[in-house]
């Protein structure tokens, strides 16, 4: 198997071990930001203003989210202005809305504190982000080596390109949504649990045939695949679906997802599957939209539109999946037996 940027079999066979790895290391991280001041604070700001509660856990990964952007895209000045420019500069590369929406929270939050205060803090969460950086190279790195090959082997072909900042991002942009994905899980868990309506989103780059050759057929939301190949893992998926009493929908693209048409909360729940980089993301949208999501990693990348010059056909873990998809209120998402 070609590995393209990331790939959760690392040198194995399968990505039983990355989800062991994400697990323990996100254990870690919330360990290491279990004292983190400010977050109580932060949480009376959001409930004050009538802002949707996210809740402690996703404060702390927006903090250490900021901290990451912002050694990755800031300058080295940890002060207000530079974190309005940050923000800025993120809401035009039209990469990062819904992180840039979290983060201009964070800045109205800041605004109304003293000068030294504001350094205080900044330079905190950007000393928690050199931590994450070095630990999670040394925790998940091994599902990563690739990344920057892709990136020296890619940045001239790119130039221009609407892709250009997508399949720039840098290792620990990976390593953090890796982490982002296991605490949202959690979070998000029970709200999930309790939805009336279950949905997996699962993107095109899984079907196993060509665009041409996919007998699959546009409804309202996604594609509804046909079954047209026993060897596709979306027909598998689907069928389960049937089985099981949720809806199985190809989405032709992360951005088209969720439609623009807000749920009544907490009716629907959804299964998101997504390449790494569009985890975090992909939770705060579904959450601005209504639904109570969970995630799936794809396996590895491959897709002809960011990835791959003829496209790789991607897959999941469906254990995980699986596992997700177990309405018993004491499943973890953590839990898993076997993961291929
Ligand atoms: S099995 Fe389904 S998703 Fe796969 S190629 Fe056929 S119609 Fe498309």
Redesign the pocket.
């Known amino acids: 198997m070609e590995t393209v940027t990331y790939s959760l079999y690392g040198d194995g066979s399968d990505s039983h071990r990355y989800y062991d790895d994400a697990v323990a290391f996100t254990e870690e991280v919330m360990n290491k930001m279990s004292e983190e001041d400010g977050i109580e604070e932060f949480s009376r700001y959001v409930a004050d203003r009538n802002l949707k509660s996210m809740g402690a856990e996703i404060y702390k990964l927006e903090l250490l989210m900021i901290g990451v952007l912002w050694r990755v895209y800031g300058n080295i000045e940890y002060n207000l202005d530079s974190f309005r420019k940050l923000i800025g500069w993120l809401q035009a590369s039209g990469e990062f809305e819904q992180e840039s929406q979290r983060m201009t929270i964070w800045y109205d939050f800041l605004k109304g504190k003293p000068r030294r205060e504001v350094e205080h803090r900044l330079s905190k969460a950007i000393k928690l982000a050199e931590w994450f950086d070095k630990r999670s190279e040394e925790t998940l790195g091994r599902y990563t080596l690739h990344v920057n090959s892709f990136i020296d082997g890619n940045r001239e072909s790119l130039k221009g390109k609407e892709n250009l900042i997508f399949c720039m991002r840098e290792r620990v942009e990976y390593h953090l949504n890796m982490v982002g994905a296991e605490i949202m899980n959690r979070v998000f868990r029970s709200a999930f649990l309790e939805t009336k309506e279950k949905k997996v989103f699962l993107p095109i780059c899984m079907?196993?045939?060509s665009n041409e050759?996919?007998?699959?057929v546009p409804m309202e939301q996604g594609l509804v695949?046909?079954?047209?190949?026993k060897d596709?893992q979306?027909?598998t998926i689907?069928t389960m679906g049937k089985e099981q009493g949720y809806k199985v929908l190809?989405i032709p693209h992360a951005s088209t997802a969720f439609g623009q048409q807000h749920m009544a909360e907490g009716e629907v729940g959804i299964i998101g599957v997504a390449c790494v980089l569009n985890l975090i993301s992909g939770g705060y949208k579904a959450k601005e939209l209504g639904y109570e999501p969970q995630c799936v990693l794809l396996n590895y990348a491959g897709c002809i539109k960011h990835w791959h010059q003829t496209g790789i056909v991607t897959s999941l873990a469906l254990e995980r999946l699986q596992n997700l998809l177990q309405f018993d209120p004491a499943g973890s998402p953590s839990d898993h037996t076997s993961t291929s």
């Open positions: 079907r196993l045939k050759a996919c007998s699959a695949c046909r079954g047209c190949s596709c979306v027909n689907t190809i």
